[in-house]
């Protein structure tokens, strides 16, 4: 793949990472917002200190979460399609929409799914303060070591393949990854800081709004991007009405 598809791809990848970003923003303005609210209502009514708000909430959730989640969004996508300039053709036999669908199932599963079932999204009031640098540390630990173990398992299963065939292969790279990944949530430390009277469908609504977004955004990607792809990397040759539409030079 020489350097003008890359750049091309990469370009298509940050669109395409923008418009998942907007179908995302969507989903957490209309599912996520009310739960930070009323989980916001909860700590205010539970607390005696009242501190003078540096940003509006009306602000936080509209242009903030705009911001946020748009520039996640590109700068995903942007990863992500350099990510599909790498895959393409070595994972298996996909086509360029297939890969990318692929490709973006995986990023989900990897980077948000597997660090998500050991360190949950909480919303406003639940956590101490104190321990939010750990906190932070341990969620990106456990994504990164999800993500070194998905590209592991692949390798894994590309090097059983010849031997045991695709099949079996990747039953046992899969197989690898989830041991590997379930020793991880054993022995690394568990945070519950969730207060006693905190509401659990509150918290569960939360969680499930929060993983709601992140599907959409790399669903999304995955289709648009697919799309994009396949349009560079094979073009439909000119229909014969489109080229009788064309008028001959003289």
Not at 25 to 54: C, Q, R, T
Not at 90 to 95: E, S
Request: net charge positive; glycine share 8%; charged share 15%.
């Amino acid at each position: 793949m020489n350097s003008a598809t890359v750049r091309n791809l990469l370009v298509r990848g940050m669109l395409a990472g923008l418009a998942a970003g907007v179908l995302a923003l969507v989903v957490a303005y209309l599912l996520g917002e009310p739960n930070v609210d009323k989980a916001i209502s909860f700590e205010d009514a539970h607390s005696h200190e009242h501190e003078m708000e540096v940003v509006s909430r009306s602000l936080q959730s509209t242009a903030g979460l705009a911001t946020g989640v748009l520039v996640y969004g590109v700068a995903f996508g942007g990863i992500a399609a350099l990510a599909y300039c790498f895959a393409l053709g070595r994972v298996g036999r996909f086509g360029p929409r297939a890969t990318a669908l692929l490709l973006s199932g995986c990023a989900l599963l990897a980077v948000y799914v597997v660090p998500f079932l050991k360190y949950p999204a909480n919303p406003p009031s639940v956590g101490n303060p104190d321990t939010i640098g750990k906190r932070t540390t341990l969620y990106f630990l456990m994504m990164l070591l999800s993500v070194l173990l998905a590209v592991a398992a692949t390798i894994l299963g590309k090097r059983f393949a010849p031997t045991v065939g695709t099949w079996w292969a990747t039953v046992a790279a899969v197989a690898a990854f989830v041991v590997v990944i379930g020793l991880a949530y054993e022995f690394l430390p568990v945070i519950n800081e969730v207060p006693k009277d905190f509401p659990a469908t509150l918290l569960w609504r939360f969680r499930l709004s929060a993983l709601a977004i992140q599907t959409v955004m790399w669903t999304g990607f995955g289709l648009l991007f697919g799309e994009l792809a396949e349009r560079l990397l094979n073009p439909k040759p000119a229909t014969a009405a489109s080229r009788r539409a064309v008028p001959a030079s003289h």
